[in-house]
């Protein structure tokens, strides 16, 4: 008689674990992105997935879609998402039914993450194009993207600098933090005020923090 107690998956390692849970739910939600998640396992054993999708980053992504859609609606062209790392966000984007979006471009200098950012948001098709390219050389111009997303202005040492790229007019996501103590966010702000200021947005349609246990989330929505 089988021991009801034992795992049936006792020999399994945490990646099997991961792989076989993920590829049961997304065949019970039939959701694109858990499905995504799964293929992303399968495929990209090494990928610090589990980082990109831990309940902090999904809580700020859906703090992010919900504000976005209540101050811009939910109708886009062209989205660029810079620091797009893994694809999470249009990933989370394109499984939104809020938004009706024609495309999305997720842009990182890491070429690493591009093969993975497109294992994850295989089932957009052409609507989704994972790129690798520095955030300061694009040609933001000729792009004409519709919103440009940076949900990661702790990492770029001037904000201002970056922003003065962007055509006048541009409807702009932003996120910066208070976490100041890793080593990595060169240019935190103590304060949503101090946020808003350094951004010097020409428009504020959202302003607003998101608490978190170690460190405060800004946000701002508007055009610049």
Not at 142 to 161: R, W
């Amino acid at each position: 008689m089988m021991d009801v107690t034992q795992p049936r998956n006792a020999g399994m390692d945490g990646h099997e674990q991961a792989l076989d849970l993920t590829r049961g739910i997304a065949a019970y939600v039939k959701c694109p992105l858990v499905a995504g998640l799964a293929r992303v396992i399968a495929k990209h054993p090494k990928a610090d997935i589990a980082n990109a999708f831990n309940h902090k980053q999904v809580a700020c992504k859906m703090w992010a879609l919900d504000r976005l859609v209540e101050s811009c609606g939910g109708r886009f062209g062209r989205i660029w998402i810079l620091g797009g790392w893994y694809g999470v966000l249009p990933a989370m984007l394109f499984n939104d039914a809020r938004f009706d979006i024609a495309a999305v471009d997720s842009i990182d200098i890491d070429p690493e993450v591009a093969p993975v950012a497109r294992t994850l948001n295989r089932e957009a098709g052409d609507r989704f194009r994972a790129l690798t390219a520095d955030m300061h050389a694009l040609d933001y111009a000729a792009g004409q993207p519709d919103l440009v997303v940076n949900t990661s202005c702790e990492h770029i040492a001037d904000l201002g600098a970056w922003l003065a790229l962007l055509p006048r007019g541009t409807n702009v996501l932003l996120q910066s933090n208070d976490y100041f103590s890793e080593p990595t966010h060169i240019n935190c702000v103590a304060s949503l005020a101090a946020f808003e200021a350094m951004a010097a947005l020409g428009e504020v349609r959202f302003s607003g923090e998101l608490p978190t246990k170690n460190y405060t989330r800004f946000m701002l929505i508007g055009t610049v």
